[in-house]
């Protein structure tokens, strides 16, 4: 069993920053894939970013590219969103999501991700 709770989230004029956590329970968290997925309103759940369980591979939606920076700490079993130049259409609640079984791939799927946290909102207003 996989717990993951995220935070970091809140309201950010358009431009500004938030950088968002997620932090995992279980010693096996190294070994997991982990992206992240947002949902806005009257929005389906879509893929932001994820990232292999070494940090060495990443992925992007193309919306967030170059604004959104997915990092991860093992040692501390937590995965990071940078997000950057925020704009009012980013806003959202934020998902993380764990992999187990694609550690070395990023999934842009999410039914192939196995766990969830519970979602922190971000409103960006203009």
């Known amino acids: 069993q996989v717990q993951l709770v995220e935070s970091g989230g809140g309201l950010v004029q358009a431009g500004g920053s938030l950088r968002l956590s997620c932090a995992a329970s279980?010693?096996?968290?190294?070994?997991?894939?982990m992206g992240w997925f947002r949902q806005g309103p009257g929005n389906e759940r879509e893929f932001v970013a994820g990232i292999s369980w070494s940090g060495g591979s990443t992925a992007y939606a193309d919306s967030v590219k170059g604004r959104f920076t997915i990092s991860r700490d093992n040692a501390k079993n937590t995965v990071y969103l940078q997000m950057n130049s925020l704009k009012p259409e980013d806003t959202a609640v934020y998902y993380c999501?764990?992999?187990?079984?694609?550690?070395?791939?990023?999934?842009?799927?999410?039914?192939?991700?196995?766990?969830w946290g519970q979602g922190t909102q971000v409103t960006v207003s203009s």
């Open positions: 279980g010693r096996t968290f190294r070994n997991y894939a």
């Open positions: 999501a764990a992999d187990i079984n694609l550690g070395a791939l990023v999934s842009y799927y999410s039914y192939e991700y196995d766990y």
